[in-house]
């Protein structure tokens, strides 16, 4: 989930508008987006979605206010496009072989990402938004939905080596993996290390072995 650098852009304005973060322009338009989203989300990370100010959010990115306001609206719209860019900018899953391998990569890439001061805050701040803002909520949900997919692979490959049960539920085993990392950021304040990842991994990997997401397939 760790993001690279700020990425293609969206406008969110009235009916008929593309939603945040569905276009891609380039050159001067990319770099403003770039610009804002970064200035949004350190403004995220030090005030959560109380704190954000579209035209505190301009200063930061030294951009006119007009286009701040026309792009994006309100600070939901500008969430949602922040959480677009950050699900499109994550680095992509890490293939090793083996079940145990590829979950223990995908547990220390949330660690990381988690324990960072800036994204854990970040993380907490728009997780604290979306149970107060449908938009927020919605972009959330389509931000992890574009990193269990991205990871989904490799667990079907393991049931395809035989490696877990036929029927394996590929995306909770995912979902496994980052669990009880997010619950130490936002619930017990334990510290969110290497340990903490390297037992997530492997509960995850045990418990998929064992059986536990056999049958239990949504979609």
């Known amino acids: 989930m760790t ?10 304005g009235g009916p008929g ?4 973060g569905s ?10 987006r770039a610009a804002v989203l970064q200035a949004a989300g350190d403004a995220l990370a030090e005030g959560g979605l109380a704190g954000l100010d579209l035209a505190d959010v301009a200063r930061r990115a030294e951009v006119g206010r007009t286009t701040v306001y026309r792009r994006w609206g309100t600070p939901a719209h500008l969430v949602a496009d922040l959480l677009a860019d950050m699900a499109e900018q994550s680095l992509p899953r890490t293939e090793t072989g083996t079940l145990l391998g590829d ?3 995908n547990a220390r890439l949330v660690q990381r990402t988690l324990a960072d001061a800036r994204q854990g805050a970040l993380f907490k701040a728009v997780i604290a938004a979306a149970t107060c803002d449908e938009e927020a909520a ?6 992890y939905d574009t990193r269990v997919t991205e990871w989904e692979p490799c667990v079907r490959q393991a049931v395809e080596r035989g490696e877990l049960p036929a029927g394996t539920d590929t995306r909770e085993v995912v979902r496994a993996v980052s669990a009880p990392l997010y619950y130490r950021l936002l619930t017990t304040g334990e510290p969110l290390d290497e340990a903490a ?7 995850a ?3 998929a072995q064992a059986g536990a997401f056999a ?3 949504t979609s």
């Open 3 to 12: 993001s690279r650098s700020p990425g293609s852009s969206g406008r969110a």
């Open 23 to 32: 276009l891609r322009p380039g050159g001067r338009t990319a770099r403003v």
């Open 197 to 203: 990842a390297e037992r997530a991994a492997v509960a």
């Open 215 to 217: 049958g239990t397939a």
């Open 17 to 20: 508008s593309p939603e945040p």
């Open 205 to 207: 990997a045990a418990a």
């Open 138 to 143: 919605a972009a959330l949900r389509r931000f």
């Open 103 to 105: 979950l223990r990569a």
